[in-house]
């Protein structure tokens, strides 16, 4: 079983996750399930919108290091509220949003600021689909360029940094660059 109280007795003595996945806090986007892991599979940081801010960095540079993680996984997902309030907040500016919720879209912000100046600013469902895209995008590269710790792992092969979609209506995972190859996870 994923949660067997042998395999947690196990892991009480430390934890070697064979993948970090950097996702959204969205309820139906729990990155264990998704991926059908269990106790010690995966290190995982959730936040809205799965931005990276230097906390996310930190978290992804201590598994990595810690550990010895080869993958992280950057996971959005189909219809993101993150990305839809940016968007929203974009095209019809608010007062009396919160200092914090604004510390989550301008992050989201710069990724999709861009989409509303090109064709897709008139079809809404497009949008949000590039909008999400671009979003996992900014956030795989800010975690691949934006830490000399993550920089140094990568270069010497000893860390994957890649981006992937989880669609809402299919559960279906697909990856950028295709799927990475990784470990496998421990057996249980
Ligand atoms: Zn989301």
Known sequence: MLTSPS?????????EPFAIVLGCSDS???????FDQG?????????AGNIVASSQVGSVEFAAARFGTPLVVVLGHSQCGAVLATLEELQQPTEQQS?????IVDR???SVEALLATELAHDPDALVRHAVRANIRVATNHLRHGSQILEQLIQGDRL???GAEYSL????VEFF????????????
């Open 169 to 172: 209506d299919t559960g279906v």
């Open 39 to 47: 106790l010690g599979d995966l290190f995982v940081i959730r936040v």
């Open 99 to 103: 200092r914090n919720l604004r510390s």
């Open 177 to 188: 660059d295709g799927v990475p190859v990784s470990r496998r996870p421990t057996t249980r």
């Open 28 to 34: 139906r986007v729990p990155a264990e399930i998704v």
């Open 160 to 162: 994957l940094v890649v």
């Open 7 to 15: 395999r947690r007795a196990e892991l009480a003595a430390g934890q």
């Open 108 to 110: 989201v912000r710069p």
